[in-house]
């Protein structure tokens, strides 16, 4: 907790917002995306989705491979409650959607389905990209495909799998250039630990294209993924990356200077920081 509110509070101190970026791209970026007050007519089929999961009362019994959970102790858990504490917000699922909306991914992978709260704000984002997302509890898998199932999303392609496996996989064939698959966006979102996420940044090294954005949930959720987010930031290879307190942003724009913002997201902080600390 201690670590939370030193980074909450260094945070603070640091974010700007558009005015204080002297970088086109970001500039453009923060100005047309993280500040669009657009009401898209996306939001309310997002709303929807989040209150179908907040009314269902059912249970699972969830496999938790990542960094654990702060607010469940045991592994039945309601489906209501994962929705509540464990899924991405309102907002921020608003601004996912905002993000893909801007840069139009068509390859998208998300590591950590969950109940696809996120992943149907990918799924918005642009209706003509393919989505991947990795799972390895089969029963919250399994619900997210029952509930975009319902809503209709056509985009999105559900593997059960744990994470390493499939992304050595797909390595390879990278490397080999064999049914090679190059995306444009990857949401990190699927174990919060120093050591899984340096080694998903590395293996999915070799599918960066210069247009390629990555986004890492959770980077000041322990001195563990606050130590990751350092190693990533200093990667010869990336070029910008921002930091929104929840999310770390990275791009590997050969054109663009090597630089790092910190930057203040639409939402108030105070409550993106209980928000934060509630997981």
Same mark, same amino acid.
């Given at each position: 907790?201690?670590?939370?509110?030193?980074?909450?509070?260094?945070?603070?101190?640091?974010?700007?917002?558009?005015?204080?970026?002297?970088?086109?791209?970001?500039?453009?970026?923060?100005?047309?995306?993280?500040?669009?007050?657009?009401?898209?007519?996306?939001?309310?089929?997002?709303?929807?989705?989040?209150?179908?999961?907040?009314?269902?009362?059912?249970?699972?019994?969830?496999?938790?491979?990542?960094?654990?959970?702060?607010?469940?102790?045991?592994?039945?858990?309601?489906?209501?409650?994962?929705?509540?504490?464990?899924?991405?917000?309102?907002?921020?699922?608003?601004?996912?959607?905002?993000?893909?909306?801007?840069?139009?991914?068509?390859?998208?992978?998300?590591?950590?389905?969950?109940?696809?709260?996120?992943?149907?704000?990918?799924?918005?984002?642009?209706?003509?990209?393919?989505?991947?997302?990795?799972?390895?509890?089969?029963?919250?898998?399994?619900?997210?495909?029952?509930?975009?199932?319902?809503?209709?999303?056509?985009?999105?392609?559900?593997?059960?799998?744990?994470?390493?496996?499939?992304?050595?996989?797909?390595?390879?064939?990278?490397?080999?250039?064999?049914?090679?698959?190059?995306?444009?966006?990857?949401?990190?979102?699927?174990?919060?630990?120093?050591?899984?996420?340096?080694?998903?940044?590395?293996?999915?090294?070799?599918?960066?294209?210069?247009?390629?954005?990555?986004?890492?949930?959770?980077?000041?959720?322990?001195?563990?993924?606050?130590?990751?987010?350092? /190693?990533?930031?200093?990667?010869?290879?990336?070029?910008?990356? /921002?930091?929104?307190?929840?999310?770390?942003?990275?791009?590997?724009?050969?054109?663009?200077?090597?630089?790092?913002?910190?930057?203040?997201?639409?939402?108030?902080?105070?409550?993106?920081?209980?928000?934060?600390?509630?997981?």
């Amino acid at each position: 907790m201690l670590q939370q509110i030193q980074s909450y509070l260094k945070f603070q101190w640091n974010a700007t917002s558009e005015h204080g970026v002297h970088s086109p791209f970001v500039f453009d970026l923060v100005r047309n995306c993280f500040y669009d007050t657009t009401n898209y007519e996306e939001y309310e089929v997002l709303d929807n989705y989040r209150n179908q999961l907040l009314n269902d009362h059912n249970t699972i019994e969830v496999t938790d491979f990542g960094a654990g959970s702060r607010v469940f102790k045991s592994n039945t858990r309601e489906i209501a409650a994962i929705a509540k504490n464990a899924g991405i917000s309102r907002k921020r699922a608003q601004l996912l959607f905002r993000l893909v909306r801007y840069f139009q991914p068509t390859e998208i992978l998300e590591i950590g389905t969950s109940l696809g709260l996120a992943t149907s704000a990918l799924a918005l984002g642009n209706k003509n990209s393919t989505i991947t997302t990795l799972e390895g509890c089969p029963s919250t898998s399994q619900k997210s495909k029952e509930e975009s199932q319902k809503f209709g999303f056509k985009n999105i392609e559900y593997i059960t799998t744990e994470f390493s496996s499939y992304l050595n996989n797909l390595k390879l064939e990278t490397l080999n250039k064999t049914n090679q698959k190059n995306f444009d966006c990857i949401y990190f979102d699927g174990n919060h630990s120093k050591k899984a996420t340096l080694e998903y940044f590395e293996t999915l090294l070799p599918t960066i294209t210069n247009e390629t954005i990555w986004i890492f949930d959770d980077i000041h959720w322990s001195q563990d993924m606050e130590e990751a987010w350092e /190693i990533i930031k200093d990667h010869p290879k990336v070029t910008v990356t /921002i930091d929104t307190f929840q999310w770390g942003l990275v791009f590997f724009r050969k054109e663009q200077n090597k630089e790092h913002f910190c930057i203040k997201t639409e939402q108030n902080l105070s409550s993106m920081f209980f928000e934060k600390i509630r997981i």
